[in-house]
């Protein structure tokens, strides 16, 4: 008897209807590849495996290998590696695992963790590895996930995911299709990451310094929370470039969509840099 382990924030799908259907949603065409992140003991992995070419499953658990081996062994198409995503050097791993074929990405992610992982399929230049990344996450972050400009859902992470691609909901899924059932429910969402950039940034590391010092503190406007990313200038001088760029002296972070935050930021990065 295998026991989900607490501490990999393990939850194993037991409804066959919701693999199947995720499964069906990770992408549009057969001969497309799946990189699926923490199988668990499978359910998702081979509805996968019966769908599409080839899947690599990367499961960090010593103890679920043996369990997988098991449950997956009347595939030929599905490689398990035993690794901690997270430390993973993706566009290597890819490379060496798929051999530039289309990859997507299929995965119910523990919930302790799905920003951090999110984020890591997105930076780096990473996004452009990818068709699609089709996750199972909880029900609110889901919402702050495809949350727009202005609503109290929206972000940092909301920004960040815009500014790589396109978010949407898929559909929902109760806790009672799961064991053990969670206290909360979940949502599978879907990301197609923009094959060129979307947008012209200055500087990619400083956008995001700036959109994080715009979330920081929800409460207070630009001109108060930008002070740490403006390079020591003045309310006054950052209210008149906020005005300038079209924006209300005192408006707040959350109103600004990711164009608006590119626009802001591009603006800031050019003024430090003249100034230095």
């Known amino acids: ?35 699926e992140i923490g199988p668990g003991i ?11 070419e080839k899947v690599v499953a990367v499961e960090i658990d010593s103890a679920l290998i043996p369990v997988l081996e098991y449950t997956l062994s009347e595939f030929d198409n599905v490689t398990v590696a035993h690794e901690d995503f997270m430390k993973l050097p993706l566009a290597d791993f890819i490379n060496e695992n798929f051999n530039g074929k289309k990859v997507s990405v299929c995965a119910n992610l523990p919930y302790y963790i799905t920003t951090p992982i999110i984020m890591h399929l997105l ?31 929206y972000g940092a992470i909301t920004a960040a995911l815009d500014y790589y691609g396109t978010v949407r909901k898929l559909f929902d899924v109760s806790a009672g299709n799961f064991h053990p059932a969670p206290k909360v429910s979940s949502s599978v969402v879907q990301i197609c990451p923009y094959k060129t950039p979307a947008y012209d940034v200055s500087d990619e590391k400083f956008l995001f310094e700036v959109i994080s010092a715009a979330f920081g503190q929800r409460r207070k406007t630009l001109v ?23 924006f209300r002296a005192d408006i707040r972070g959350e109103k600004l969509s990711v164009s608006d935050f590119v626009k802001l930021s591009n603006a800031l990065f050019e003024l430090n840099k003249s100034s230095n």
Do not use: H, W
Request: charged fraction near 20%.
């Open 42 to 52: 499978g359910a998702l992995t081979a509805e996968l495996a019966s769908r599409y």
């Open 1 to 35: 008897e295998f026991a989900p382990k607490k501490g990999f924030g393990q939850n194993f799908l037991i409804n066959p209807a919701i693999p199947q259907r995720i499964a069906e949603s990770a992408a549009r065409d057969s001969d497309t590849c799946i990189l």
């Open 123 to 153: 930076e780096d230049g990473n996004a452009s590895l990818f068709e699609s990344i089709t996750v199972m996450i909880q029900t609110e972050v889901a919402a702050r996930f495809t949350a727009k400009a202005g609503s109290s859902e």
């Open 224 to 246: 108060n929370t930008l002070s740490a990313v403006s390079g020591g200038r003045s309310k006054t001088e950052l209210a008149e470039l906020l005005e300038n760029l079209g």
